[in-house]
């Protein structure tokens, strides 16, 4: 039994598919980016000599779905990573990165071969960006000093001899790193032996305020505590 249609109808099947791959029978792919976290914007990823610009989500806490303009070819090899940032063995430092924050690639590797997999799907998390509270502690002599931020408190065993009169340095005040634009206050838990200290500095004065980029004076480094001997 002949099929007449059969032969026309198996031709176009395979136009169609060459089509829907690229043409000329290479198959094309689509690099997929979902992006969660971002609240700020300068997110800029890169790959292939292209860039794709990720804006924060107009509802906060979503994720955020772009594409890059070009697919890549089957057999192109693709990393992802924040433009212009350093990559030593797949890890990425730097780059073009949103204010305030850090994004890095998770769950899937954003390095591959196009066809590797059926589909191109990167994956970056983006976190707010945290800092120390460190600062000066002068006229430490007693032992047992422990200060708080918040409901963290943190054992300061400072030497005599790294006292701010005697070799001025910075040194830890609290154990937990503050985010970008979180609030923070430092106080005195427990008293060290014979002593009586007290905290100032940090944005309002008083061991407080609300935590700065690394960059900025008031949010990091000056915080004062001042021990005196009791009466």
Do not use: W
């Not at 990393?79 to 940032?85: D, F, N, S």
């Not at 009169?165 to 634009?181: E, S, T």
């Not at 106080?187 to 305020?209: D, E, I, S």
Request: aromatic share 6%; charged share 10%.
């Amino acid at each position: 039994m002949k099929f007449p249609l059969a032969r026309p109808a198996l031709a176009l099947a395979i136009t169609l598919t060459l089509a829907s791959c690229g043409g000329g029978g290479k198959a094309t792919f689509p690099i997929n980016v979902m992006v969660s976290g971002l609240q700020y914007p300068g997110l800029v990823l890169s790959t292939n000599g292209q860039d794709l610009t990720i804006d924060p989500p107009a509802t906060p806490g979503a994720i955020v779905t772009a594409v890059f303009p070009n697919q890549l070819e089957y057999g192109q090899t693709y990393e992802v990573v924040p433009k212009g940032a350093t990559v030593v063995n797949h890890a990425a430092t730097g780059g073009a990165q949103p204010k305030h924050q850090n994004c890095s690639s998770t769950l899937f590797p954003p390095y591959g071969t196009a066809g590797q997999l059926a589909k191109i799907d990167i994956r970056f998390v983006c976190s707010i960006l945290a800092y120390p509270l460190t600062g000066k502690v002068v006229g430490l002599t007693g032992t047992g000093l422990v200060l708080a931020n918040g409901s963290t408190a943190a054992t300061v065993g400072v030497d005599p001899n790294l006292d701010a009169n005697k070799n001025p340095q910075d040194v830890p005040l609290a154990m937990n790193a503050v985010p970008y634009n979180t609030t923070y206050g430092v106080t005195v838990l427990t008293q060290p032996t014979g002593q009586t200290c007290t905290v100032t500095g940090g944005a309002n004065g008083t061991g407080g305020g609300t935590m700065d980029d690394a960059a900025e004076p008031d949010g990091v480094n000056n915080l004062v505590v001042t021990c005196v001997t009791s009466s």
